[in-house]
């Protein structure tokens, strides 16, 4: 079979592998599609602290099983499925709360282990979803996706009571700004890139907002006051400080855009609001609700999905995210 391998920086090969077998309590997958996400252009970066390289990225799956043993999870040959690509230990502190989405021993496909950008897969059942069959699977990637942005929004205790500001119209914020639309919330995304911000209005969010200049007196006056809540995912100590800043006083402001930049957070301003800062990592137990939202939000979907290619042209893929970043949302790759 063929497998698509970063063996360094700005450097992809695809390669022949051995077709995998699948053990007790895994079922051989035949990968369908497969979404780039922004952690695999920092490890096509080589900028990914989490990655060793070489290695097989991939993290956004909708596949097909092939091979399957009976299952508690009524799983069978020809199921479509999406993937949630988080293997835990089960016997950490995080996991014994059931928060294995910060498993102290986890190991994401694509990141800390070889990833699903191959033609077949052996996965873990577990961490197998059934796609229901009036579902594009070719939309199935962004299930991953929206699990974050619930995950982020579920952090923040979004409801219909909330005015949120989502900072950063890539994949992710723009499905946390659905997300929290979904919820009933009043939503501002923000953003420097116009197109993004464009995109932000055909998703049916009620303020795109530029992030230039005095940019919390622009999102205000949208609102007609602060926000409750606000989603930071871009991934910058300059924009996290600017979410402090921005949120209302008892408000919320919820991290989901990584970086290591120290940042100049000032203890009295979240004293003075009495600030809940969280960070929100991943997904947990949240598949189910991510595949019932893309169901019932398919068309706002697909507008996410700006490029396609074959598994067989992913350098030219990664090449165009890397240098056009502004044209490209999520790139959808088929086998």
């Not at 099983?65 to 069978?76: F, R």
């Not at 989603?231 to 300059?238: F, N, P, Q, S, T």
């Not at 996410?304 to 598994?311: A, C, E, K, M, P």
């Amino acid at each position: 079979m063929k497998q698509v391998v970063f063996a360094a920086a700005h450097t992809v090969h695809i390669q022949d592998a051995p077709t995998p077998r699948h053990r007790g309590g895994e079922a051989l997958v035949r990968m369908r599609y497969i979404g780039i996400c922004g952690s695999d252009l920092h490890t096509y970066r080589g900028l990914n602290p989490y990655v060793e390289m070489p290695r097989v990225p991939g993290h956004e799956l909708c596949a097909e099983i092939v091979e399957i043993d009976e299952n508690e999870k009524g799983l069978q040959t020809g199921d479509t499925v999406v993937v949630e690509p988080l293997i835990r230990c089960g016997a950490c502190y995080p996991c014994s709360l059931g928060r294995y989405n910060c498993c102290e021993n986890l190991k994401v496909l694509g990141v800390h282990v070889d990833g699903g950008m191959a033609e077949k897969m052996a996965l873990p059942v577990m961490l197998l979803h059934k796609l229901p069959e009036d579902v594009d699977p070719s939309l199935g990637p962004l299930v991953e996706t929206l699990s974050i942005a619930h995950q982020c929004c579920k952090r923040g205790r979004v409801d219909a009571d909330d005015r949120v500001a989502v900072i950063g119209a890539g994949p992710i914020g723009l499905c946390a700004a659905m997300v929290a639309k979904g919820r009933g919330a009043e939503v501002a995304v923000i953003d420097v890139v116009e197109p993004r911000l464009a995109l932000a209005g055909e998703l049916g969010i009620d303020h795109p907002i530029n992030g230039g200049g005095d940019v919390a007196d622009r999102v205000g006056n949208a609102f007609g006051g602060p926000p409750t809540v606000v989603i930071e995912a871009v991934g910058r100590a300059a924009t996290l400080e600017s979410a402090v800043d921005m949120v209302s006083p008892a408000g919320r402001v919820v991290v989901v855009g990584l970086t290591a930049e120290p940042s100049g957070i000032r203890a009295d301003v979240m004293i003075k609001k009495e600030l809940d800062l969280v960070a929100s990592r991943n997904s947990c137990d949240i598949f189910p609700d991510a595949i019932r939202f893309l169901a019932d939000h398919q068309e706002q979907a697909e507008k996410l999905v700006t490029h396609r290619f074959g598994l067989d042209e992913v350098a030219t893929a990664m090449e165009l995210l890397d240098k056009s970043p502004s044209e490209a949302i999520k790139i959808i790759l088929a086998t």
